[in-house]
């Protein structure tokens, strides 16, 4: 990460975080009151291989006692109404901005990946956390709604983890890779401005895929 890159997300996060410190101190009330303790959801994710992190969200499942995997229609059930909503306007990755201030995230950049994922294919990984992780970035932008559809079919964890590792990892990898390549500040605010837009570029779906990602070496 560039000086600049870090100097910008840190001036972002705190005008963000002042601007929304009163509405989300309110929403934290109303979440409280509705849907109970905890209100947050912790989980361990990486920054880079063999840098593990704690990513901060608002809760939107029903709380279990081991809960492990991405999301998919096997966790559908789970969701709850307000999580829905929060899903939905992304309000659930707010407590990120203290993610970004930490310097464990950037605005832009991959989706941190779970430990058994970096594990399991350490050199996509390598390659895919040169940048930083981001609350947005390419591959969430253009790929996010396509990976929803296709885990929301799976029906249990097994399926969920097949579809994501076959259909997911390696088109979110090519993505990320080309940002990666191309990253500026210049694109980082583009990116942002169109997550807040919720207008990805069509061009970019068409993006392919080449020879798979996952061949171990």
Not at 45 to 51: F, K, L, S, Y
Not at 111 to 122: A, D, I, K, Q
Not at 128 to 148: D, M, N, Y
Not at 177 to 199: H, P
Request: glycine letters at 6%; one cysteine or more.
């Amino acid at each position: 990460m560039t000086p600049g890159k870090r100097l910008f997300d840190i001036v972002a996060a705190l005008f963000l975080g002042a601007l929304l410190i009163v509405p989300f101190g309110i929403l934290l009330i109303f979440l409280l009151l509705r849907e109970g303790r905890p209100v947050f959801y912790v989980s361990e994710r990486m920054r880079a291989p063999g840098r593990p992190f704690q990513l901060w969200k608002l809760r939107t499942m029903c709380a279990v006692a081991a809960d492990a995997g991405v999301s998919g229609g096997d966790k559908a059930a789970r969701v709850t109404p307000m999580g829905r909503w929060l899903r939905r306007h992304r309000a659930d990755e707010i407590p990120q901005l203290w993610n970004v201030l930490k310097g464990d995230m950037s605005f832009v950049g991959p989706r941190p990946p779970l430990r058994s994922y970096v594990e399991r294919y350490p050199q996509i990984y390598a390659r895919v956390l040169q940048s930083r992780p981001g609350i947005t970035g390419l591959a969430t932008l253009t790929f996010h709604k396509h990976e929803e559809r296709i885990l929301s079919a799976c029906q249990t964890a097994e399926q969920t983890d097949a579809a994501y590792v076959r259909r997911c990892i390696p088109r979110k990898a090519h993505l990320d890779e080309i940002y990666s390549k191309r990253r500026t500040l210049c694109m980082d605010l583009v990116l942002m401005v169109r997550t807040v837009r919720r207008r990805p570029r069509r061009a970019a779906k068409s993006v392919k895929v080449g020879p798979s990602l996952l061949t171990r070496r």
